[in-house]
C-alpha cells in the first residue's frame, strides 16, 4: 500500500511559476508516477508522467512550460510549473502504479490533491 502526499499548491498570477511536490510512503524506484488536475466542472485530465525508469511525457497543453521529476532517494515526485495560465487553475493531483498507465486514470494509488489557481 502506497500512500501519496501533495503540497506546493497556492494562488499565483498569470506568467508565474510553482512546484509541486508529491511524497511517497514507500521506495518510488520501481513505480510509474503522474500528475493529474481538475478543474472545478470539469473531468480530471492527465498532465505528466514519468516512468519507472525515467522517462517523461506531457499533455500538449502543458509541454515547454511544466517538468516533471522525482528524487528517489526522498521519495518524492515534483512538478514544476512555469508560466501558469489562468487555465491551468485547478486541484493537481499525484498517483501511482507498479504498470505504465500514461495519461489515463487507471492508476492504483492517489493523493489528495493541492490546490493551484492562476489569476490573470
Known amino acids: 500500500q502506497m500512500r501519496l502526499v501533495e503540497s506546493g499548491g497556492g494562488s499565483v498570477q498569470a506568467g508565474g511559476s510553482l512546484t509541486l511536490s508529491c511524497s511517497a510512503s514507500t521506495d518510488i524506484s520501481g513505480y510509474y508516477m503522474g500528475w493529474f488536475r481538475q478543474a472545478p466542472g470539469e473531468e480530471r485530465e492527465g498532465v505528466a508522467t514519468i516512468a519507472s525508469y525515467g522517462r517523461t511525457y506531457y499533455a500538449d497543453s502543458v509541454k515547454g512550460r511544466f517538468a516533471a521529476s522525482r528524487n528517489i532517494a526522498k521519495q518524492t515526485l515534483y512538478l514544476q510549473m512555469d508560466n501558469l495560465q489562468p487555465e491551468d487553475t485547478g486541484m493537481y493531483y499525484c498517483?501511482?502504479?507498479?504498470?505504465?498507465?500514461?495519461?489515463?486514470?487507471?492508476?492504483?494509488?492517489w493523493g489528495q490533491g493541492t490546490q493551484v489557481t492562476v489569476s490573470s
Open positions: 498517483a501511482a502504479d507498479r504498470n505504465s498507465r500514461e495519461l489515463t486514470l487507471a492508476y492504483t494509488y
